[in-house]
């Protein structure tokens, strides 16, 4: 079995600061890798959008999926089984930041006067997503 670095075990912990730093698509090594945190997840697959598919390696029984993926590109999907179901869904850490660096200049100062327009899920079209966004730090 592959020795797990801290961040992976801290994400399957569940107390990862940061898992945008983690999960998602990466450069690792040169290569593009896309890891996932699925738990139950029996499968998982990445799906990009021209229809290439690659399995990522299960890469610790609580549902951490990690893999190399076809350069070009990070727009993908995850293709999952759960209980013998298949399931498409996006990987939302795919997604680049939707909070400027000024608006976290003002929650951290206490200043952000319209922060309800920021925090929370808004109905919004991210990279042609549509769905309620939840803001990343």
Known sequence: MTMLSPD??????G???DPFRYLGPHDE????????????AEKVTVVDDRQRENELERVHAA???????????????????WH?????????????PILSEYDLYLLGEGKHYESY?????????LEG???DVVPRF
């Open 8 to 13: 992976a075990l801290a994400i399957i912990g």
């Open 29 to 40: 090594g040169g290569r593009p890798v896309v890891r996932a945190f699925l738990p139950d």
């Open 15 to 17: 107390c990862h600061a």
């Open 63 to 81: 549902g951490l999926f990690s893999g190399q993926v076809a350069a070009g590109g990070k727009s993908y999907r995850l293709r999952a089984i």
């Open 117 to 125: 327009d920021k925090l929370g899920a808004h109905p919004m079209v």
């Open 84 to 96: 013998g179901a298949v399931v498409e869904l996006e990987d939302p850490y795919r997604f680049p």
């Open 129 to 131: 997503v549509e769905g």
